[in-house]
C-alpha cells in the first residue's frame, strides 16, 4: 500500500514562494507517475502538474512558468516549487501517484495513491 505525506503549506504574500514536499512509502516510487492536483471548496480537483518516471514533466497551463515540479527518486520525494504566487492560487493541494499508468495524465481516476492534502493561503 503506497503512503503519501505532503507538508509546506502555508500562508505566503501574492508574489512570494513555497515549496511543497510529498515523501513516498510502501511502492514502486521509481517507477510511478505522480502529480499534484489542487481543490479549492465547491469545485472539481484541479490538475496542476505530473512527472513521469521518466523524468518529463507536464503543466497546466495556469501554472505554467511559475511552479516547478521535480522529484528525487532516492528519496522517494516529490516537489512543488511554487514561485510568483497569486490569491487564486489559494486551495488544498494533493499529492497523487499511479503505478498502472506510466504516461502523464491529468485526470484524477488514474491517479491511485492520494496524499492527505496541504493548504496554501496566498494574501493579496
Known amino acids: 500500500q503506497v503512503q503519501l505525506v505532503e507538508s509546506g503549506g502555508g500562508l505566503v504574500q501574492a508574489g512570494g514562494s513555497l515549496r511543497l514536499s510529498c515523501a513516498a512509502s510502501g511502492g514502486t516510487f521509481g517507477s510511478s507517475t505522480m502529480g499534484w492536483f489542487r481543490q479549492v471548496p465547491g469545485k472539481e480537483r484541479e490538475f496542476v502538474g505530473c512527472t513521469r518516471n521518466s523524468g518529463a514533466i507536464y503543466y497546466a497551463d495556469s501554472v505554467k512558468g511559475r511552479f516547478t515540479i521535480s522529484r528525487d527518486n532516492a528519496k522517494n520525494t516529490v516537489y512543488l516549487q511554487m514561485n510568483s504566487l497569486k490569491p487564486e492560487d489559494t486551495a488544498v493541494y494533493y499529492c497523487?501517484?499511479?503505478?498502472?499508468?506510466?504516461?502523464?495524465?491529468?485526470?484524477?481516476?488514474?491517479?491511485?495513491?492520494w496524499g492527505q492534502g496541504t493548504q496554501v493561503t496566498v494574501s493579496s
Open positions: 497523487a501517484a499511479t503505478e498502472r499508468v506510466r504516461w502523464a495524465t491529468s485526470r484524477t481516476w488514474d491517479y491511485d495513491y
